[in-house]
């Protein structure tokens, strides 16, 4: 590690240690509400006390989110991959989908709620909802820009319509089905909690929902850590294997 | 294959292409009859806007003519057709995911052909090409050069009779042209097809082809045909050559001036 | 066919679609456009919420405040992060890690902290528009000319200044970028902590009439909230037009 990363990890790591202990200092003086604001010591008890059931409602988020961002790939893939390949198509809807895109989704959940109920279902579709949109015009845009001239090669060379998709127009969206697929996980999960804190009876927004209503303040700073390391932790993961499928790209991406 | 080297490989008859742009259309070609025999290496020359380009699209069946008839082997031209031509294009127009070697067997890709055959046949070609220690780097490390190798290496792979190339060496710097030129010299008289070459430069002209073909300004005609009967490699320095250099550059001179006044 | 004429029609048959399966299906549950219209009539005229004025009032008035708070936090963390190289590298990161986390994660301890009240919607809102103004700000900053700020600070001008008087005009066209994207999140960020759980604002009442099933209501309360949003990203997308000229 040269200088400046060190220098840098220190004020990284440093910064974090000093909030730290003003913060357990700040709470221990009685500053503060221990209602309101927990000392960090408080948040570690109660991680080791209600960790099994925070990663329970992990677990349940994370498999709702799962399947919602399946859906959303699938959906968002294919109907990107026609919207950009039939010109006709694209420019009749295009608007429409960009509006779409654009709505705030929750002001449609309610509705959502009261056509679906409470539970699985409409957390995975609302988190679905989430989703498609940014895959969906991301794919789109990068089918209408594949670069002309390889497809005028593939078509020199003796290409079929078939072996135009699959050797030149789905290797180069690559790099842009990648970045879609990384915002649509945090879509996706955004939505499945958004519908957990609204009328969920499992999950972790509803662990995180019962936790403040509760008054619960050591459990809840510590069921937020939780699923915001998960988050991080699974944008990291998408970000590296984006990193590894796009070599070819070199620095440019 | 096209017959015997002399024979008509190519024959174009009486060929129009209009376009239709947002100011009004525009003429290409007009009425542009030639023929290409096998084995042969013939250059189109002309000023920018002649249509060499959408000639030589025609001669690959990208492009469709408006009248006229496109002939090869005595049938007609309905398409692109693999077994036919093959096309090097002025930007190389490699695909960037895939490794030289994958660039090279593109076309045999296509073909179905098993993946044995054509990885030997590619690594076959990487030593004419040079391109030996490369094979599995992708283009963004290779060379501008390196990368018209590759693209020329694909369309060899092939095995097509008829070779295209539209202005392969036109984004190179002037010594790599030279180079490339000679290269491609030894690579043609090596394996004999017909190659009908594209370019600006007078000099890649002289110094390559068996016969040049001069369009006139937009919209395209036929201008003149210069047979060049010499032995390779062309003294340049030669009188003949000299001579001939500036036959040639009297009359692209020409077209090359009616084109500027023509914007 | 002109493609406007496509566009118009595919949104008649859309309303003609949804008329036709709402009446069939369930018109309670589906609200189709003929109960939707009389819903929006009795709503504007103030007859099924007489309130309305004042929680449209309320709404956005929380806007303003998390809005104004996001500019004033993420213009002034945006510029510290992106003048002091050691700092950006150091917090850069950081803040790029924190914007992976869905935001609503944070909303639950906002609750806790500030009530069900309008602090929490203004804190929720502050929390989204924050993050792509302070980006904006430091994405411009790099991109700024450092040769101008050279010469500047070569005429003795202090950080403060070279900001304000260099830095600022020369990115102006990012900055609007974020601005307007900040905008959108938080009035997002208002609603959805409205909708969340509120006692009064635009997503408390569109709560209420989802609470007691009121469905044409609700749909009307819909519609009147999108005009609101749009609005506003109307106004916001002036206001960048004008900063595009500006810089060009």
């Not at chain 1, 790099?175 to 909690?193: A, D, H, K, N, S």
């Not at chain 2, 930007?91 to 995911?97: I, K, Q």
Request: hydrophobic residues 55%; glycine residues 10%.
């Amino acid at each position: 590690m040269d200088r400046i990363t060190i220098r840098i990890r220190i004020v990284q790591i440093v910064s974090v240690a000093a909030l730290l202990a003003a913060w357990e200092a700040i709470a221990r003086a009685g500053w503060v509400d221990p209602l309101f604001v927990p000392a960090p010591s408080a948040v570690t008890g109660a991680m080791l006390r209600v960790g099994a059931l925070a990663m329970a409602g992990l677990g349940d988020t994370l498999a709702k989110t799962a399947v919602a961002y399946v859906i959303s790939v699938v959906l968002g893939v294919g109907g990107g991959l026609v919207l950009g390949s039939i010109r006709s198509v694209r420019q009749a809807v295009n608007p429409f989908v960009i509006a779409l895109y654009g709505m705030p989704k929750i002001l449609v959940l309610p509705w959502i709620v009261l056509l679906l109920g409470f539970g699985t279902l409409p957390a995975v579709v609302y988190g679905a909802i989430h989703g498609v949109f940014p895959i969906l015009v991301l794919v789109s845009g990068a089918v209408r820009d594949v670069d002309h001239t390889w497809l005028t090669v593939a078509r020199a060379f003796g290409a079929r319509r078939r072996q135009l998709y699959w050797k030149v127009v789905l290797p180069a969206i690559v790099p842009t089905v990648l970045t879609g697929m990384r915002l649509g996980i945090v879509f996706c999960l955004l939505g499945v909690l958004i519908v957990e804190m609204f009328a969920g009876v499992r999950g972790m927004g509803h662990v995180l929902g019962s936790f403040a209503n509760g008054f619960q303040a050591p459990e809840l700073f510590a069921a937020t850590a939780l699923v915001s390391m998960a988050s991080i932790v699974i944008v990291l993961s998408l970000d590296a294997l984006n990193d590894r499928l796009s070599h070819w790209r070199g620095e440019a991406r | 294959m096209g017959g015997d080297v002399g024979a008509p490989h190519v024959v174009l008859d009486g060929v129009d292409k209009r376009y239709a742009t947002s100011s009004g259309p525009v003429d290409a070609l007009a009425c542009v009859s030639l023929t290409v025999d096998a084995g042969e290496f013939c250059t189109l020359i002309g000023p920018s806007g002649c249509g060499k380009s959408t000639l030589l699209g025609m001669l690959g069946g990208l492009v469709t003519p408006d009248a006229g008839r496109v002939l090869v082997d005595g049938r007609p031209v309905n398409g692109p057709d693999p077994r036919r031509a093959a096309t090097v294009f002025q930007e190389a127009g490699l695909f960037p995911w895939r490794t030289t070697l994958e660039n090279i067997e593109f076309g045999l890709e296509l073909q179905g052909v098993a993946r044995e055959r054509r990885r030997a046949a590619a690594t076959e070609l990487l030593g004419p090409l040079g391109l030996r220690d490369f094979a599995g780097k992708y283009p963004r490390e290779l060379s501008g050069g390196m990368r018209q190798r590759v693209a020329i290496g694909r369309a060899l792979a092939i095995d097509t009779p008829i070779v295209l190339m539209d202005e392969p060496f036109g984004a190179l710097d002037e010594q790599t042209r030279l180079l490339m030129g000679e290269w491609l010299l030894d690579i043609w008289r090596r394996t004999r097809k017909t190659v009908v070459f594209v370019t600006h430069s007078l000099q890649e002209a002289l110094a390559l082809s068996t016969r040049v073909i001069i369009m006139t300004a937009r919209p395209g005609r036929i201008k003149s045909v210069v047979e060049l009967p010499l032995p390779y490699p062309r003294a340049m320095e030669s009188a003949e050559l000299v001579a001939l250099r500036a036959k040639l550059w009297s009359e692209i001179r020409e077209e090359s001036l009616r084109a500027m006044g023509d914007v | 066919m002109s493609v406007a004429l496509i566009r118009a029609g595919i949104v008649v048959v859309a309303l003609g679609a949804w008329e036709v399966f709402g009446r069939l299906a369930n018109p309670l549950l589906y609200v189709p456009p003929s109960a939707a219209l009389p819903a929006l009539g009795r709503l504007l005229t103030l007859e099924s919420y007489p309130d309305l004025g004042e929680h449209l009032l309320l709404t956005l008035r929380e806007i303003a405040v998390a809005y104004g708070l996001a500019i004033a936090a993420g213009v002034g963390g945006g510029a510290v992060l992106g003048l002091n190289r050691l700092l950006g590298r150091a917090y850069g990161p950081i803040l790029a890690a924190l914007y992976a986390v869905p935001a609503v994660v944070w909303y639950p301890s906002l609750m806790l902290f500030f009530g069900l009240d309008a602090a929490s919607k203004i804190a929720f809102g502050f929390l989204l528009g924050f993050f792509p103004i302070a980006l904006a700000v430091l994405a411009g900053i790099r991109q700024v000319n450092v040769q101008l700020v050279t010469v500047a600070r070569a005429f003795g001008a202090s950080d403060l200044v070279v900001f304000r008087k260099v830095m600022l005009p020369a990115m102006l066209f990012t900055l609007a970028g974020g601005l307007r994207t900040g905008l959108a999140l938080s009035v997002i960020g208002v609603i959805v902590g409205e909708v969340l759980g509120s006692k009064a604002g635009m997503g408390s009442l569109i709560n209420h009439a989802y609470g007691l099933f009121r469905t044409a209501d609700y749909v009307a309360l819909v519609v009147v909230t999108l005009v609101l949003i749009l609005a506003s990203d109307a106004v916001a997308g002036v206001v960048e037009q004008r900063a595009r000229r500006w810089t060009e």
